[in-house]
């Protein structure tokens, strides 16, 4: 079963725009990680959070983390075409490497 | 440094057989965790391996299994296979298990359609 959800489901903007995807979870957690995923590829890695971290940066993703609302943001600023995919949280517990994935945000970037 | 890399990348395979799937980690990494994604239940955990011993296991039926060799190289098998078990599986890797800041790298993926 999944952790959470992540909200939007999909959004579509334009090239330039910033795009904010939100993802909840449901049990405690030691990191949250976030993927992006093109059409039928594998996952791509983008940024880790730690569970006593707030905030991080990574060029043009910024990722947030509030442990009391069980909730974490990813925000892609001046978005390109190549932003397109679908992107995904994932929460590792205290099993190991097992994450648990939310159901994902497909993002479309117009050009 | 290569990346996890996973053969075969597609296959077809009839229902009642088996599949085995292989998945090479990342260089001098020693966790190797196996995936399912499916439209309908979306990224699903099946199992990770460290140390050629299996450390967790996801919530599926014995069919699937897996194993990792002392290289940290890993295998994970389907057997009597159903129409259900379509899916894209995913290998991930990473240095160790069980810390708070261990990155998860995934490869590309192996595409199994049972017909």
């Known amino acids: 079963s999944q952790q959470g959800e992540e909200d939007p489901q999909a959004l579509s903007i334009q090239e330039g725009e910033n795009a904010t995807m939100n993802c909840s979870y449901k049990?405690?957690?030691?990191?949250l990680q976030w993927y992006r995923q093109n059409s039928g590829r594998g996952l791509v890695h983008l940024i880790l959070?730690?569970?006593?971290?707030r905030e991080k940066h990574s060029g043009r993703l910024r990722v947030t983390l509030d442990t009391s609302k069980k909730s974490s943001s990813l925000l892609i600023t001046a978005s390109r075409a190549a932003d397109t995919a679908s992107y995904f949280c994932?929460?590792?517990?205290?099993?190991?490497?097992?994450?648990?994935f939310g159901g994902g945000t497909r993002l479309m970037v117009k050009p | 440094k290569a990346g996890v890399t996973q053969t075969p990348r597609y296959l077809i395979k009839t229902r009642g057989q088996q599949v085995t799937l292989s998945c090479s980690p990342i260089?001098?990494?020693?966790?190797v965790s196996w995936y399912q994604q499916t439209p309908g239940q979306g990224l699903q955990f099946l199992f990770e391996?460290?140390?050629?011993?299996?450390?967790n296991k996801g919530n599926f039926p014995g069919r699937f299994s897996g194993r990792q060799f002392s290289n940290s190289r890993s295998e994970m098998n389907v057997s009597t296979l159903e129409l259900g078990d379509s899916a894209l599986y995913l290998c991930?890797?990473?240095?160790?298990?069980?810390?708070?800041?261990?990155?998860?790298?995934f490869g590309e993926g192996s595409w199994l359609t049972v017909v």
């Open positions: 049990t405690s957690i030691n990191n």
């Open positions: 959070i730690r569970s006593n971290e």
């Open positions: 391996y460290f140390s050629e011993t299996q450390r």
């Open positions: 994932a929460t590792g517990g205290e099993r190991g490497n097992m994450l648990t």
């Open positions: 991930a890797s990473s240095p160790t298990t069980g810390i708070s800041g261990n990155t998860i790298y």
């Open positions: 260089s001098g990494h020693r966790s």
